[in-house]
C-alpha cells in the first residue's frame, strides 16, 4: 500500500497558536486528501478534506494547504484552543477504496 | 440520522475465545470498512466490504480473522482463537453508494478488545 507520512508525531503548543501538521505521500494518482480528529476513547471523526485540483481549503479555524509538486498537504489550526487537544490524522484515497492512513499527530494546546 | 453504530463497546475475551464484532453502517451506506487501532499507533486498514461481498481483504490476517456483511443485518468482525496480540481498538467505518472520487468515510466509535 502507498504510504502517507506525517509528522511530528506530537505538538505542544500555547493556546492561541497555529500548530502544524504535515504530511506527505507517494505518488498523485489520489483524489481525496482528508484530515481526522480523535479524542481518546473515540473513533475517528472527519474534520476537513480536499481534491488536488485546490490548493487551500478552510473550514471555520481548520485549514487544509495542499502542494500538489511537493506532494505534500498540511493541517493548520487557527487561535488554538485547549478543546483541539486530541490526535489528529491526516489520509488518502482514491474512489471507494481503503482510506491509507498517517501515523497520526497528538496535539496538546496548554493554557 | 444516527451515525455508523458499533456493537459492543468493550469485550473481553481469554486465549482461546471467538470474538464477534458487530457494525451497523449509517442509514444510506452500503460500503463498509474495519480498521485495527493499537495503542499509539495509527489506522491500519483490515477489509472493505459491500452488501454480501468482499471487495477488498488485503489488511486482514490470513488466519482466524473474518468479516462479512449480509443482505439483512450489521457487519460482523469475527476473530476466532483470540492471542494476546489481537488487543486493540476495531473501528468500523461507512461510506454513501455512487460513484466519484469522494470517498468520505464516516467512523464508529469502535470496540476495544482486551484479550486475557
Known amino acids: 500500500q502507498q504510504q502517507v507520512k506525517q509528522s511530528p508525531q506530537s505538538l505542544i503548543v500555547q493556546k492561541g497558536g497555529i500548530p502544524i501538521i504535515n504530511c506527505a505521500y507517494e505518488?498523485?494518482?489520489?483524489?481525496?486528501f482528508p484530515w481526522y480528529q480523535q479524542f481518546p476513547g473515540k473513533g475517528p471523526a472527519l474534520l476537513i478534506a480536499?481534491?488536488?485540483?485546490?490548493s487551500e481549503k478552510k473550514e471555520g479555524r481548520f485549514t487544509i494547504s495542499f502542494n500538489k509538486s511537493a506532494k505534500q498537504f498540511s493541517l493548520h489550526i487557527m487561535d488554538s484552543q485547549p478543546g483541539d487537544s486530541a490526535t489528529y490524522f491526516c489520509?488518502?484515497?482514491?474512489?471507494?477504496?481503503?482510506?491509507?492512513f498517517g501515523k497520526g499527530t497528538r496535539l496538546s494546546v496548554i493554557a | 440520522n444516527a451515525g455508523v453504530m458499533q456493537n459492543p463497546r468493550h469485550l473481553v475475551r481469554r486465549r482461546g475465545q471467538e470474538a464477534r464484532l458487530r457494525c451497523s453502517p449509517m442509514?444510506?451506506?452500503?460500503?463498509v470498512y474495519w480498521y485495527r487501532q493499537l495503542p499509539e499507533e495509527g489506522l491500519k486498514f483490515m477489509v472493505y466490504?459491500?452488501?454480501?461481498?468482499?471487495?477488498?481483504e488485503s489488511g486482514m490476517p490470513k488466519e482466524r480473522f473474518s468479516a462479512e456483511f449480509p443482505k439483512e443485518g450489521p457487519s460482523i468482525l469475527r476473530i476466532q482463537q483470540v492471542v494476546r496480540g489481537d488487543s486493540a481498538a476495531y473501528f468500523c467505518?461507512?461510506?454513501?453508494?455512487?460513484?466519484?472520487?469522494?470517498?468520505?468515510?464516516?467512523f464508529g466509535p469502535g470496540t476495544r478488545l482486551t484479550v486475557l
Open positions: 442509514k444510506g451506506h452500503s460500503h
Open positions: 466490504l459491500q452488501k454480501e461481498n468482499i471487495i477488498d
Open positions: 505518488n498523485t494518482a489520489f483524489d481525496y
Open positions: 480536499i481534491r488536488p485540483d485546490v
Open positions: 489520509a488518502r484515497n482514491s474512489g471507494n477504496t481503503p482510506l491509507v
Open positions: 467505518a461507512s461510506s454513501p453508494t455512487g460513484v466519484g472520487a469522494i470517498n468520505e468515510q464516516f
